[in-house]
């Protein structure tokens, strides 16, 4: 009787441990250190390996994903974004449109708007500047993933702000610099690429009580500033395109770890994925902008769908239709 306890408990131990080594091959932890090895914008590594539009950044693969995987649009055959388009940038920044709706209606594009808080942040404040969050920098109605009195640095509420979208960062961010000078540079950001049918009224991109006062802008416009994000400042896709990251504090502390908002990144791993943003609010609705690399080709793709009822399946289908 002893010995068949022994065996039986042998035997238990052996499936554990068993179970725990499959575990660990299998999950793949990014940036998994106590001290993030990147620690800042400057040095941050894209999703996707060779990727020709990154090429002075060192590369990563995260995951079991090829380029070589094929994109599954859901079974409906219809679109159900209110707007959406695909545009191809070859090599020699040649824009062109290959598949559209709406092209230049503006609509609510809620934390889409991150991109450009991304772009002046980034252009204006020094990356090493320590935040401190405030009263006023708590959303209510949202997740909160900080209090008042925590301190973190610009360069890691960035990595907030475009992984797991976080609105909070955002106003920390705006708030720290100025908000209405803040505000102010972003539209006149937009306005120096073109953007002429975009409006930003908060760094966010959350509904504001007053109807008239939400973000607004085109899929056109959206793709110029994709595509003047991935030329002048490409690790701000970059780090869109992370599954997750350690947000550490300003002492160096593990605050908490941060995950994407973009479930492609990990579903299927859109061909030659480089990055991207979602967006949500009830006004709004649905919004998804991704910029993916073309398969043996310095030019690359741009996909927005804006005012969806199902973005994810709107960009398999989108991108299944213009395939190539």
């Not at 999950?27 to 090895?37: C, G, M, T, Y």
């Not at 504090?249 to 973009?262: I, K, R």
Request: contains cysteine.
């Amino acid at each position: 009787m002893q010995k068949n306890k022994i065996l039986f408990w042998g035997s238990i131990i052996a499936i554990c441990a068993g179970c725990i080594i499959g575990f660990q091959n299998q999950v793949v932890i990014k940036n998994d250190s106590a001290q993030n090895p990147i620690s800042t914008l400057d040095y941050i590594i894209p999703v996707i390996t060779n990727n020709p539009i990154v090429k002075s950044i060192e590369s990563l693969s995260f995951g079991q994903n090829s380029p070589a995987e094929s994109v599954v649009p859901p079974q409906r055959t219809t679109i159900s974004a209110l707007a959406y388009g695909t545009y191809y940038v070859s090599s020699n920044s040649q824009t062109k449109n290959l598949i559209g709706q709406n092209l230049d209606t503006p609509l609510r594009i809620a934390s889409i708007t991150k991109l450009m808080t991304a772009l002046v942040a980034t252009s204006l404040m020094n990356k090493n500047d320590v935040i401190q969050i405030s009263e006023g920098d708590l959303v209510e109605g949202t997740l909160s993933r900080y209090k008042v009195g925590d301190k973190l640095t610009l360069d890691q509420l960035l990595y907030s702000l475009l992984i797991e979208s976080d609105n909070e960062a955002a106003q920390a961010i705006a708030d720290h610099y100025g908000l209405a000078k803040f505000i102010q540079a972003m539209n006149t950001q937009a306005l120096s690429l073109g953007m002429t049918n975009t409006k930003y009224y908060n760094p966010s991109g959350l509904d504001s009580p007053n109807l008239s006062q939400d973000n607004l802008s085109t899929v056109s416009d959206l793709t110029k500033l994709a595509e003047y994000l991935e030329l002048k400042y490409p690790n701000i896709f970059a780090v869109s395109a992370l599954s997750s990251y350690k947000i550490m504090d300003a002492s160096g502390n593990l605050h908490h770890v941060a995950n994407s908002t973009d479930k492609l990144i990990d579903e299927f791993a859109v061909n030659f994925m480089v990055g991207g943003k979602t967006g949500y609010t009830g006004r709004a609705k649905q919004n998804l902008i991704i910029l993916r690399a073309k398969n043996g080709d310095e030019g690359y793709y741009i996909d927005t769908v804006l005012s969806s009822d199902d973005r994810f399946g709107d960009m398999k289908l989108l991108i299944s239709k213009n395939a190539n």
